[in-house]
């Protein structure tokens, strides 16, 4: 998994675009607001070189040599990679741009561009891919405390958090009534539950780290439908 490590890396502004004199432009506006970036060439370079360790978003270029930015984009989806994407390109190719915000780019922007504006959507990328993170440690927490539970406990468990009451809990399983009351206790004192809408959330939590690829799922908010 590539959430919860214990020493977080300072947020990188990952900037790929084969024209130097833009990549060193780029780079000088991030480091004037303080933001630590690294540049590359190519999509293959950034590729050889990132890991999804490493927090942060994409300043990408949509028209590079080899692989094009939409075919990095869409690399990344398929490793689970959620990265925050901004586009950018010195082209109007609207029909491409689509595309790139429905595959979850937080933004397309069209060269030139105020400084302001790049900077805003950095800021902003930055944000989302923190929150992020930390929802991901957040669920793999919950999903290693789940991990402890014994197969009984876990089927009262998912039997709990549906509502069920302890007497038909018990009626269903076949055994006491104080049997699934000393089960459930288990499971509170397990999962450092005090209530019932805790275990509910935690259940919602797991069900989302089940269906999600580390650090996977549509990257932008402003996606196009």
């Given amino acids: 998994m590539h959430y919860g490590q214990s020493a977080v890396p300072k947020p ?9 004199s833009m990549r060193t432009s780029l780079a000088w506006l991030m480091e004037s607001a303080d933001l630590a970036t690294e540049t590359f060439e190519t999509a293959e ?23 094009s930015g939409v075919a990095l984009q869409e690399e990344l989806r398929k490793r689970g990679i959620a990265l925050p994407i901004i586009m950018i390109s010195g082209f ?18 069209e060269k030139p561009f105020p400084d302001a504006v790049l900077l805003e959507r ?3 990328a930055l944000l989302l891919d923190e929150h992020r993170r930390r929802d ?24 709990v958090v549906l509502g069920k009451a302890n007497k038909v809990v018990a009626i269903e399983f076949g ?8 089960h459930r206790a ?36 402003r996606a196009v439908a």
């Avoid at 109007?92 to 922007?109: C, Q, S």
């Avoid at 927490?141 to 406990?153: C, M, N």
């Avoid at 450092?192 to 919602?204: H, K, N, T, W």
């Fill in 92 to 109: 109007a190719d609207v029909d491409t741009a689509v595309r790139a915000l429905k595959r979850g780019a937080l933004d397309f922007i």
């Fill in 175 to 182: 055994i006491s009534e104080k049997t699934v009351e000393a």
């Fill in 12 to 20: 990188t502004v990952f900037i790929v675009d084969n024209d130097s």
């Fill in 45 to 67: 370079e950034f590729l050889e070189r990132y890991t999804p360790d490493q927090p942060g978003c994409l300043v990408l270029d949509l028209r590079l040599p080899g692989m």
């Fill in 186 to 221: 288990r499971v509170m004192h397990k999962l450092g539950a005090s209530s019932l809408a805790e275990l509910v959330r935690m259940d919602l939590q797991a069900h989302t780290f089940s269906r999600e690829p580390a650090f996977a799922g549509s990257l932008g908010d």
């Fill in 122 to 124: 950095v800021h902003e």
């Fill in 136 to 159: 991901w440690a957040a669920r793999e927490r919950v999903a290693a405390r789940l991990a402890r539970l014994t197969a009984r406990e876990r089927a009262v468990f998912d039997q």
